[in-house]
């Protein structure tokens, strides 16, 4: 297998769980995903474990270089964080599971083994938020006129303030919030105005 992470302290550690391990066998290590592309390349290993915050080249785009370039290696990707949002563009770009590094020993190793295999390994942790990320519906954006009323009724108008504002009846703003609150997944204005910060529709500055 191939040891991916920036971090040494963290390398020697994994060395150090899967050396002498019957049945595995670190071939080499990487300290960014560009010396993950080359070193994978070169040994193609069964496996690789890979860090997915690393400077120079992250691990997403690492693996999907190297399923770019045919290495037929399985990746099982090493994270700090469940919540880590690069689970699904990860998986999307070839990894075949996902760990976090915390995880008891027993569990590492299957999942490498299952890896090897080809087959999936999801921590539940992981496998969890995965889910979640799935369910998630695909958001349509919001239109120029959604975005005119939500800002004001981010700023504290009420509706009938906010038609005023727009010239439009008070009827047509109900029904744009109303279209709002359906692409953003709420059920009310505070609900949305919040969502909105939070996806970048609308600012502070705003």
Do not use: C, W
């Amino acid at each position: 297998m191939l040891i991916v992470d920036d971090h040494p302290v963290v390398r020697d550690g994994l060395r150090g769980m899967f050396t002498g391990e019957p049945g595995f066998e670190v071939l080499g290590e990487a300290a960014n995903g560009a010396e993950a592309i080359a070193v994978g390349e070169r040994l193609r290993p069964d496996v690789i474990l890979m860090d997915l915050r690393m400077p120079e080249v992250d691990g997403v785009t690492a693996i999907r270089e190297l399923a770019r370039r045919g290495v037929p290696s399985r990746v099982l990707v090493l994270t700090t964080y469940d919540t880590d949002r690069d689970v699904l563009p990860a998986i999307e770009a070839g990894a075949t599971g996902f760990m976090l590094k915390d995880a008891p020993r027993e569990e590492l190793l299957r999942a490498v083994r299952s890896a090897a295999r080809g087959q999936a390994a999801l921590s539940p942790a992981v496998a969890s938020r995965l889910m979640g990320q799935m369910r998630q519906p695909v958001s349509e954006p919001l239109s120029q006129r959604e975005l005119e009323v939500l800002g004001l009724i981010a700023r504290g108008s009420t509706n009938r303030e906010a038609a005023a504002a727009l010239f439009i009846s008070e009827a047509t703003v109900k029904t744009h919030l109303l279209h709002v609150y359906a692409k953003l997944g709420v059920k009310d204005r505070a609900a949305a105005v919040a969502v909105a910060f939070e996806r970048g529709y609308l600012s502070t500055g705003r």
